[in-house]
């Protein structure tokens, strides 16, 4: 602190202002009273649009290490943790309102891809990545993505000048080119070549409005039936067994609710995004079984435009079942004058950050919404329409007998 003291005196920073009182108005309270049984915020929601200006405009009051970093504190083995502190650093900032936020700085520009030797589990977080993923999100009607935006940060006043965390005060230092610069604390992962740098002190991120918390609004969290294999070899029963879903099936509560419906629909979103890290799920408590489920992290979706991965569609394909309101969203999102690509664009230019995705990122999802398109017609094909498309409130029905017929 003291080291800290004398820096702030050097540089002659300046106090933040003084924070505001708590306001029942407050954007991000409105937005947590908003949260329903169908999504996150109603289609048209006033408190959502004032939530990204404040989460773009107010000034931070603290900053600090997420609870992710903080558990890997001190405890940073390969053989433990897949996915190194260094790698995926994050923040929760507080601004002004008292609202907090989620900031991911950018790891990578957008022009960049993921190199296709790289593992799903090890990939770079990209903040452009959060920001597309809410906008997509809210296209598609889902509603489950919380409320994200970009921001130039000043690292040196809105976070290290307002943190009161000695281990991120501590790895802040000034580069060789003039910038201001942090990393994540980690034992092994304590190297400038994983730090994230200001331009000379300004850089860009996402911000990702926290939900209400666990006491005042419990969720659980749920392993994925589609959980992808975290290790260099091996694969998962899905991966190899077509029939996989009837195994799905008979378990609660994809038994008898329409959780399996929100799981394709979460499939269907990660499938346009190029997501494979979904390996768990979260979801309210309150609103039961048949509650929507949220989309979160979404940081490593986006990363590679000429590729896509088909089967991250596993649970559409194998199940063969579909939402009849989904459907009709992508049918119309296929339309040329309401082409997905086209939308997200317009969407995109109203954040702060814009051009937020590469054109080949934006044509990639027209390409992909085809994808999606064929499998469903594949599947009326082969089980009917009646049985493949249904209403949220209708009991899924079980293809099983003639499941295999997809795969000859």
């Given at each position: 602190?003291?080291?800290?003291?004398?820096?702030?005196?050097?540089?002659?920073?300046?106090?933040?202002?003084?924070?505001?009182?708590?306001?029942?108005?407050?954007s991000?309270?409105?937005?947590?009273?908003?949260?329903?049984?169908?999504?996150?915020?109603?289609?048209?929601s006033?408190?959502?649009?004032?939530?990204?200006?404040d989460?773009?405009?107010?000034p931070?009051?603290?900053?600090d290490y997420?609870?992710?970093?903080?558990a890997?504190l001190?405890?940073?083995?390969?053989?433990?943790?897949?996915?190194?502190?260094?790698?995926?650093?994050?923040?929760?900032?507080?601004?002004?309102?008292?609202?907090?936020?989620?900031?991911?700085?950018?790891?990578?520009?957008?022009?960049?891809?993921?190199?296709?030797?790289?593992?799903?589990?090890?990939?770079?977080?990209?903040h452009n990545?959060?920001?597309?993923?809410?906008?997509?999100?809210?296209?598609?009607?889902?509603?489950?993505?919380?409320?994200?935006?970009g921001?130039?940060?000043?690292?040196?006043k809105?976070?290290?000048?307002?943190?009161?965390?000695?281990?991120?005060?501590?790895v802040?230092?000034?580069?060789?080119?003039?910038?201001v610069?942090f990393?994540a604390?980690c034992?092994?992962m304590?190297?400038?070549?994983?730090?994230?740098?200001?331009?000379?002190?300004?850089?860009?991120?996402?911000?990702?409005?926290?939900?209400?918390?666990l006491n005042?609004?419990?969720?659980?969290?749920?392993?994925?039936?589609?959980?992808?294999s975290?290790?260099f070899?091996?694969k998962?029963?899905?991966?190899v067994?077509?029939?996989?879903?009837?195994?799905?099936?008979?378990?609660?509560?994809?038994?008898?609710?329409?959780?399996?419906?929100?799981?394709?629909?979460?499939a269907?979103?990660?499938?346009?995004?190029?997501?494979m890290?979904?390996?768990?799920?979260?979801?309210?408590?309150?609103?039961?079984d048949d509650g929507?489920?949220?989309?979160?992290?979404?940081?490593?979706?986006?990363?590679?435009?000429?590729?896509?991965?088909?089967?991250?569609?596993?649970?559409l394909?194998?199940?063969?079942?579909?939402?009849?309101?989904t459907?009709?969203?992508?049918?119309?999102?296929?339309?040329?004058e309401?082409?997905?690509?086209?939308?997200?664009?317009?969407?995109?230019?109203?954040?702060?950050?814009?051009?937020?995705?590469?054109?080949p990122?934006?044509l990639?999802?027209?390409?992909r919404?085809?994808?999606?398109?064929?499998?469903?017609?594949?599947?009326?094909?082969?089980?009917?329409?009646a049985?493949?498309v249904?209403?949220?409130?209708?009991q899924?029905?079980s293809?099983?007998?003639h499941?295999?017929?997809?795969?000859?």
């Open positions: 602190s003291r080291r800290h003291k004398q820096y702030r005196e050097e540089l002659n920073l300046t106090s933040p202002a003084a924070p505001l009182p708590l306001r029942p108005e407050a991000w309270l409105q937005f947590h009273l908003g949260i329903g049984r169908d999504g996150l915020y109603p289609r048209h006033a408190a959502v649009t004032r939530l990204l200006r989460m773009r405009e107010l931070t009051v603290s900053a997420s609870q992710d970093e903080k890997l001190g405890a940073c083995d390969c053989s433990q943790i897949v996915k190194p502190s260094g790698v995926h650093l994050k923040l929760v900032l507080r601004l002004q309102d008292f609202g907090k936020a989620m900031f991911k700085p950018m790891r990578q520009k957008r022009e960049e891809e993921t190199p296709e030797d790289f593992f799903y589990f090890v990939d770079f977080q990209r990545a959060e920001i597309a993923a809410f906008h997509l999100d809210r296209i598609l009607d889902f509603r489950r993505v919380p409320p994200t935006v921001r130039l940060i000043n690292v040196t809105e976070i290290l000048e307002v943190t009161k965390n000695e281990v991120l005060q501590s802040f230092f000034v580069s060789p080119a003039g910038n610069c990393f604390k034992p092994y304590c190297k400038t070549e994983y730090a994230v740098c200001g331009n000379p002190h300004l850089l860009e991120g996402s911000l990702s409005a926290f939900l209400p918390s005042l609004a419990p969720r659980l969290s749920i392993p994925n039936p589609w959980i992808r975290y290790s070899e091996g998962e029963e899905w991966e067994n077509p029939l996989y879903c009837n195994t799905v099936r008979e378990i609660y509560p994809y038994s008898n609710s329409n959780r399996l419906l929100n799981i394709v629909d979460m269907i979103f990660d499938f346009l995004i190029g997501n890290d979904r390996h768990h799920y979260e979801m309210f408590t309150k609103f039961g929507f489920l949220l989309h979160l992290d979404n940081a490593r979706g986006f990363g590679r435009h000429s590729h896509d991965e088909i089967s991250i569609l596993a649970p394909s194998q199940c063969c079942i579909i939402k009849r309101s459907l009709l969203r992508l049918q119309l999102l296929a339309e040329p309401y082409r997905l690509s086209d939308v997200m664009r317009e969407s995109l230019l109203q954040d702060p950050l814009a051009p937020v995705l590469t054109e990122h934006l990639a999802l027209d390409r919404l085809q994808l999606i398109l064929a499998a469903v017609g594949k599947c009326i094909d082969t089980f009917g329409e049985t493949v249904v209403n949220e409130t209708a899924p029905q293809p099983a007998a499941r295999a017929k997809l795969d000859t």
